[in-house]
């Protein structure tokens, strides 16, 4: 068995603020002298001992004396009071007076602390105490009275702990009631009914899972929970957004979001169960041998016959009702029934309207993994006749594909995987379609051809299981089906078959940025087929295909003519799906000729035409374009309602992560960023099971550029790291990825780093997109960088490094100007966000060989007015750091105005990097922000700039230099240092210095040891 190490032992503790509060707060009425008893509860797992023990610990920091002990799982029989003595025990020995004086003073403790083998009587310490008086046997063996024993030693335990507490505050900690034996349970009961005004808390916590009807403990504690000294604290499970914490704080590297999600299904929200499965990732296994152990564990007290029930329970693949085991487990009513109630009373089954299932999902894997390969393959044979009976019920089909698979039926499995198919795609679920359409495929071989569904060949199933891959956030796999289906074509299919079939492989492959090539050399495969054919439905498909891929590679002549002869076509023979989706082309291309009114009505008419007929995907599209004209004309309050409709319906219709569902999410997650909307938590976090890579790495896209703004720039990094390898699925998580990089070289102040980060993004898009817009961006951010290290390398005199800076800034900007004067916009002309980073790349670009020029900055300002509250907020402590390096008159009031707007976005969005650059900005400048506290005013001989000018020359700056540092002239620091000089009595800068630091106007910079 393979022993797993508890992985969270070295993390904060995660998400119990409000247990930890109640906890503290007993803890204060306890150094208050109002002495109580905690009792915390929860499941195997659930982190009571962690919450105790961080408890514990903030207890000893506050001087408390902390005593704990644990109970064992043994029988009724065994050591009576271990957790008390385990707990005392750390008292022999001790040098304290006040230790030493209450032990001696109770001799009875003898009596407790022996039990694991310390203070033995005769001894030195603890066992000088004497016993108690009593009746000695015809052996000379000491007999007590049991009762009188008992209750000495009670009152001693009790006596111990209230002297201890006259010093200090004292905690008992007892762990793990429900395996008391009945002394301890009675000790406990004894030592809460006489809290009273001692410094004393008393904790235990117990397992709820444990505690079936008969248990012990039960009336012990429906007796101590009456006491009003008696607190009762349930630990639940981590809620979703607690358990996601808890996940990404184990975690040593960024996790996949599908795999972190899946982690987070499967435990349930148990950190013990997340640390196992964690630990587990590594080598793949299904369920970690040690936690399987100790779930099966659980199981061995019950009887034989409520252990069979429970695997029967377990093949079932989900909840089962009453009628149902009755007839799969073939058992007497009453014996069924005595079954399920032990069951249920140990907390291993619960009952939810009428059906019984695991409490625990992964108890019921540990009970199927824990089966014979006869004895799961007997029940579920068992479960598939009973399903068969049942024709008609919603669900059944894909139950009974299931059972039929696991017990070899595979003439059954694949019929009913195929009806199961067919209803999850009526109802919204392609991920659900595309298993079944899989497990299909999986098995077609080995069914006979005679025993296969009518009308149903394998070319079907392939096209079929690439559609609802991509329905459903696979790109990768939908590419793969379609190919696959394409290799079985030959000249027994037939022509329009063909033509379908390649027409398919298109559409998945335009998924992907990487594999658009392949998608033309498709289409026109697909068109050559049926060019000369009359007008079908497969002919209208082509060229409505072919419409969208002539206008996404920039020939929108024969965009338009196929999009046009596929609505004729489409009209003649009767497919609106065929004809919505050439009329949403024709609506994208009447936009980008700046005709808005025409492509709204196209697109109107086009979702219209999908809605006809049921076509979820080409109205989606349809929804997605409506959105996109809004959003490419900075009309982003209606982008925002369109995209969320978008994403509605994609829920709806099942569509969430599709192509088209994915685009929908990202763009409105990055218009939520660029409006100063931003989400409260990772808005890609719930990703499911199954999505590929590139389709989660797309919403991490957007998510990234918030990740980055907030300054959890260590986060960012590693969403960076992990984007790298879907640079080639979509330039746009190329740009993303590239740009986040460089905003946090820039934030971390390595401007190195962040100009290398600028290159390396560029040239890729030069690859793949030579002058996307896109690229502006990248271009404008590469040069806040080399405008940054061209200054410090000039304030320290490097002259070849600042060259070096503003030769990579020419270059950046030169490449930005070609993405502006090249790139093609989506609709007729640039966009405001086009505009608003075009004002932004000349703004930053008349900074390189000196001070900024003011009046491009305020361009840039007012074209960020356009909605984009975070990059506006920017461009006003960038417009002020303008004004104040060239001081012109009334320039200073106006920088203060721009850092007042910028500090105030910057505070209510959370943007610490940014804040933290205006609050600097604000400070050099002597500029007083709202909420910060005001610069002091200097009492001593020099005024605050005086002391800044002669702080800097102190360093060894030029004039030049320490007014490019305070944002004044050269001449305005000769003017302040003569000053200075005169107030010294000093003839010269150096001799100032040394004066400054003689009076301790100057705090001489510490030396380093060599």
């Not at 079985?488 to 298109?506: F, G, I, K, P």
């Amino acid at each position: 068995m393979r022993l797993v190490a508890r992985l969270g032992s070295g993390i904060p503790l995660v998400a119990r603020a409000g247990e930890m509060r109640r906890l503290r707060a007993a803890l204060g009425r306890a150094e208050r002298a109002e002495a109580s008893a905690v009792l915390l509860s929860g499941d195997a797992g659930v982190g009571k001992t962690r919450v105790l023990a961080e408890l514990s610990e903030y207890a000893a920091g506050r001087g408390a004396l902390v005593l704990t002990g644990r109970c064992l799982d043994v029988s009724e029989g065994g050591l009576p009071y271990l957790p008390f003595a385990e707990a005392l025990t750390p008292l022999i020995g001790s040098t304290d007076p006040a230790v030493v004086e209450a032990l001696a003073a109770r001799p009875a403790l003898s009596r407790l602390l022996p039990i694991i083998g310390l203070g033995t009587p005769g001894g030195e310490g603890v066992g000088q105490l004497s016993m108690p008086d009593g009746v000695h046997d015809a052996k000379g063996r000491l007999r007590q009275d049991h009762d009188l024993g008992q209750l000495q030693l009670y009152d001693a335990v009790l006596g111990v702990l209230t002297d201890l507490a006259e010093s200090r505050s004292v905690v008992v900690v007892i762990e793990d009631l429900h395996w008391a034996d009945s002394s301890t349970r009675n000790l406990l009961s004894f030592l809460i009914s006489r809290l009273r005004g001692q410094r004393l808390l008393i904790l235990g916590s117990y397992r709820e899972e444990d505690l079936y009807r008969r248990h012990p403990l039960r009336e012990v504690l429906a007796e101590l929970i009456r006491s009003a000294s008696v607190e009762r604290i349930d630990l639940p499970p981590f809620g979703e957004d607690d358990a996601r914490t808890f996940v990404t704080a184990l975690a040593e590297e960024v996790m996949r979001p599908e795999m972190v999600t899946e982690v987070i299904e499967r435990s349930q929200g148990n950190p013990f169960f997340v640390e196992e499965l964690l630990a587990s990732q590594a080598d793949g296994s299904d369920l970690p041998a040690g936690l399987a152990e100790g779930l099966l564990s659980r199981l061995e007290r019950l009887t034989p016959t409520t252990q069979r029930v429970l695997r029967i329970i377990s093949v079932a693949d989900g909840r089962v009702a009453h009628t149902a085991l009755t007839e799969i487990a073939g058992m007497d009513e009453l014996e069924l029934d005595e079954a399920l109630r032990e069951a249920v009373q140990h907390h291993v089954l619960n009952i939810e309207n009428g059906y019984y299932g695991f409490r625990h999902a992964l108890l019921q894997e540990a009970v199927y993994g824990d089966l014979l390969p006869g004895e799961r393959s007997r029940i579920h044979h068992a479960y598939a006749v009973r399903l068969q009976g049942q024709p008609g019920k919603r669900g059944r089909d894909g139950l009974l594909a299931y059972h039929s698979l696991q017990s070899n039926d595979l003439v059954t499995a694949l019929a009913a995987s195929m009806r199961a198919g067919e209803e999850a795609e009526g109802l919204g679920a392609p991920a659900a379609a595309l298993g079944h359409v899989e497990t299909g495929l999986r098995i077609w071989d080995a069914v006979p051809a005679a025993d296969r569904p009518d009308g149903l060949d394998e070319l079907t199933l392939l096209s079929e299981a690439s559609y609802f891959a991509g329905a459903s956030g696979d790109p990768e796999r939908a590419i793969a089906y379609a190919r696959s289906a394409v290799e079985q074509l030959d000249d027994t299919v037939e022509v329009t078959l063909a033509a379908t079939m390649w027409r398919r492989l298109s559409q998945a492959l335009m998924m992907m940025d990487s594999t658009w090539d392949e998608a033309i050399e498709a289409i026109d495969r697909a068109w050559m087929l049926v060019k000369d054919g009359e007008a079908s439905r497969a002919r209208a498909w082509v060229l409505a295909t072919r419409a969208i891929i002539m206008r996404s590679i920039d020939r929108p002549e024969e965009a338009r003519e196929s999009a046009q002869q596929a609505v004729t076509d489409a009209r003649a023979v009767g497919v609106d799906g065929a004809e919505g989706e050439a009329l949403i082309t024709l609506g994208a291309l009447a936009d980008s000729d700046g005709d808005v009114t025409l492509s709204r009505e196209l697109l109107g008419e086009a979702q219209r035409k999908a809605q006809r007929t049921g076509a979820l995907t080409v109205e989606l599209r349809a929804r997605y374009y409506l959105a996109l004209g809004y959003d490419d004309r900075a009309d982003l309050e209606q982008a925002l309602r369109c995209y969320q409709e978008g994403i509605d319906y994609a829920a709806k219709a099942g569509l969430t992560w599709s192509s088209f569902g994915i685009e929908l999410r990202a763009r409105h997650l990055f218009l939520r960023y660029v409006t100063g909307d931003w989400p409260s938590d990772d808005a890609t976090g719930r990703l499911r099971r199954g999505i590929s890579g590139a389709s989660a790495a797309r919403l991490t896209a957007s998510w990234v550029y918030i990740v980055v703004a907030r300054g959890q720039l260590t986060d960012a990094e590693r969403l960076i790291a992990d984007l790298r390898a879907h640079w080639q699925a979509d330039w746009v998580i190329a740009m993303s990825a590239g740009a986040a990089g460089v905003e946090v070289a820039c934030w971390q102040g390595d401007y190195d780093t962040a100009i290398a980060r600028t290159r390396q993004t560029i040239g890729w898009l030069q690859e793949g997109e030579p002058w996307t817009l896109g690229g502006v961006r990248i271009a404008a951010l590469g040069l806040a960088a080399c405008v940054a290290r061209a200054a410090a390398a000039r304030l320290h005199g490097d002259g070849a490094a600042a060259q070096a800076a503003v030769d990579a800034g020419h270059t950046f900007l030169e490449y930005g100007r070609g993405c502006l004067a090249n790139g093609q916009p989506r609709g007729d002309t640039l966009g405001g966000e086009g505009l608003a980073w075009q004002a932004r790349l000349e703004a930053m670009g008349s900074g390189l060989s000196g001070p900024a020029d003011p009046a491009l900055w305020a361009a840039a300002v007012q074209a960020f007015g356009y909605g984009a509250v975070y990059e506006l907020a920017i461009s006003r402590w960038y417009y002020a750091a303008a004004l104040l390096g060239t001081g012109g008159p009334g320039d200073a009031d106006v920088a203060a105005k721009e850092l007042v707007s910028a500090h105030e976005v910057a505070q209510r969005l959370g943007a610490r990097p940014l804040g933290a650059a205006i609050g600097d900005l604000a400070r050099r400048a002597r500029i007083e922000l709202p909420g910060t506290e005001p610069a002091r005013a200097v009492v001593d001989l020099l005024t605050g700039r005086e002391r800044d000018v002669l702080e800097r020359v102190a360093l060894g700056r030029t004039n030049r230099q320490v007014g490019e540092e305070l944002y004044i002239s050269e001449k305005t620091v000769s003017v302040h240092l003569s000053r200075v000089m005169a107030k010294l009595g000093a003839s010269r800068r150096a001799e100032a210095v040394a004066i400054a630091y003689d009076r301790g106007l100057l705090v001489r910079p510490a030396t380093t040891a060599q």
